[in-house]
C-alpha cells in the first residue's frame, strides 16, 4: 500500500523513473471514469434530479476540494466555539469516516477531547445526522464537517479549505491527484480558507488567490496558519510547546498530508530524528504498539511527538521509555477574519 506521502510524490511528478510513471498512467486511466462520476452526481443535484434536503436550521458546511488533509478539524473547533459564544446550540454532523461499530471516528473524539459540551453525530447520511442532532440536542445550527461534496443536505454557507502546500491536488481528480472533483467545483464556495498560509510566501498565496478569484467570483478570501499551542498527552497532562525545541524527536501520524504535520514539528524547531507515516484515519492495534516501541528503542530521541487526531486512538503516555505527546493546534488568522465572522453570522441571524 502507497503511503500518503508517496502517493503525493508519484502524483505530483517528484518521484522519477518507469514505475513512476506507470503507475501515474494508470492513475490516468482510472481518473475518467472516477470524474465522469463526480460531474454526473453535480449535475444531478444542480437541475434538481437529486434531492437537497432541509433540516429548518442554519446549516455551514466546511469541506474541501482536494483527498482530506487541509486542517479542518482545527477551524470546526473554531467555529463551533465561536457560535457557541454566540448563544446558539450548535452540533457538529459528520459522516464518521472509518468509524467501527457505531463508535465515534478519531476526528469525533478529537472534537470531543476540544469541545466537551458540543454534541457531534455521525451517519453516512448527513441530514439524517443534522435531524438526529437536531430532535435528539435541540441543536440550532449545524456544522458539516467534510460536507462540500455531499450535497444531499442543503446548507447556508460553504466554506472550503485549500492546503497552502497543494491547494489544487497536483491538478487531477483522485486516483491520478489528490483532487475530490474537479477545480470547477470550488464555484459553490461561499468563502475560500487557505490553511498552512504561513508555509509560503505572499507571492505564491496571491497566486493561488488569484485562481480562485477565477473560479469562485463570489467568494470571500481568509487565510490561517495552525498555531502549535502546547503538547499534551493521554493523561490530559500539558507541557510547553518549546519544551523539545532543537532536541531529537521521534514523530508520526496517520493523517491525510503527512508533510502538514511535519512542516509544524519544523516550525516549532523540533529536530526530527525519525519520522514514521500511518494511512489516514489509521487504527491502531496492540501490534502497532509493539511495533512503535521497537521502533523508538532503534531511535536516539528525547520524546516521542503525533498528532492529536492520533493520539486519541493510542490512550498511552510511553512509548517503551519515551514521553509520548501530541501537539494540541488552533487556527490563527492572518487575513479575513472579520468577513469570515461577517459570512458565519448571517444565518445565525435568522434564528
Known amino acids: 500500500m502507497l503511503t500518503a506521502s508517496a502517493f503525493r510524490a508519484i502524483a505530483s511528478g517528484q518521484r522519477r523513473g518507469l514505475d513512476a510513471a506507470v503507475l501515474r498512467c494508470g492513475f490516468r486511466l482510472l481518473e475518467f471514469p472516477y470524474t465522469w462520476a463526480v460531474r454526473c452526481r453535480n449535475r444531478a443535484f444542480d437541475n434538481g434530479r437529486k434531492t437537497i434536503h432541509q433540516v429548518g436550521v442554519p446549516v455551514i458546511s466546511v469541506g474541501n476540494l482536494t483527498m482530506g488533509g487541509t486542517g479542518k478539524t482545527p477551524l470546526v473547533a473554531w467555529l463551533a466555539r465561536w457560535i457557541a459564544d454566540q448563544g446558539q446550540r450548535v452540533a457538529i454532523a459528520s459522516r464518521g469516516y472509518g468509524t467501527k461499530s457505531g463508535q465515534p471516528n478519531d ?63 497536483y491538478e487531477h481528480v483522485f486516483p491520478r491527484g489528490a483532487l475530490r472533483e474537479p477545480v470547477a467545483g470550488l464555484a459553490r464556495a461561499d468563502v475560500v480558507v487557505l490553511s498552512r498560509a504561513d508555509a509560503i510566501d505572499e507571492r505564491d498565496r496571491q497566486q493561488i488567490r488569484h485562481r480562485v478569484k477565477q473560479l469562485s467570483p463570489q467568494a470571500d478570501w481568509v487565510e490561517i496558519s495552525h498555531r502549535p499551542l502546547e503538547l499534551i498527552n493521554s493523561s490530559g497532562e500539558t507541557e510547553a510547546i518549546g519544551s523539545f525545541a532543537q532536541k531529537p524527536v521521534a514523530a508520526f501520524c496517520g493523517i491525510g498530508n503527512p508533510r502538514g504535520f511535519r512542516h509544524t514539528l519544523e516550525s516549532i ?47 498511552v503516555d510511553r512509548l517503551d521509555d519515551k514521553p509520548l505527546w501530541a501537539v494540541k493546534i488552533d487556527v490563527e488568522f492572518l487575513a479575513g477574519k472579520e468577513l469570515l465572522v461577517t459570512r458565519v453570522s448571517e444565518p445565525l441571524a435568522l434564528l
Open 269 to 315: 524547531g523540533y529536530d526530527v530524528a525519525a519520522w514514521r507515516e500511518f494511512p489516514d484515519h489509521f487504527s491502531f492495534d496492540e501490534g502497532d504498539l509493539d511495533s512503535l516501541r521497537d521502533w523508538i528503542r532503534t531511535t536516539e530521541c528525547e520524546a516521542v511527538v503525533c498528532t492529536h487526531k492520533d493520539l486519541v486512538k493510542l490512550k
Open 107 to 169: 476526528e469525533a473524539l478529537e472534537l470531543a477531547d476540544r469541545l466537551p459540551s458540543i454534541s457531534h453525530t455521525q451517519n453516512r447520511d448527513r441530514a439524517a445526522a443534522a435531524n438526529a442532532a437536531i430532535h435528539e440536542h435541540q441543536a440550532e445550527c449545524i456544522l458539516l464537517d467534510d460536507g462540500f461534496q455531499h450535497r444531499q443536505l442543503a446548507r447556508d454557507l460553504d466554506l472550503v479549505l485549500l492546503d497552502a502546500l497543494e491547494p489544487f491536488g
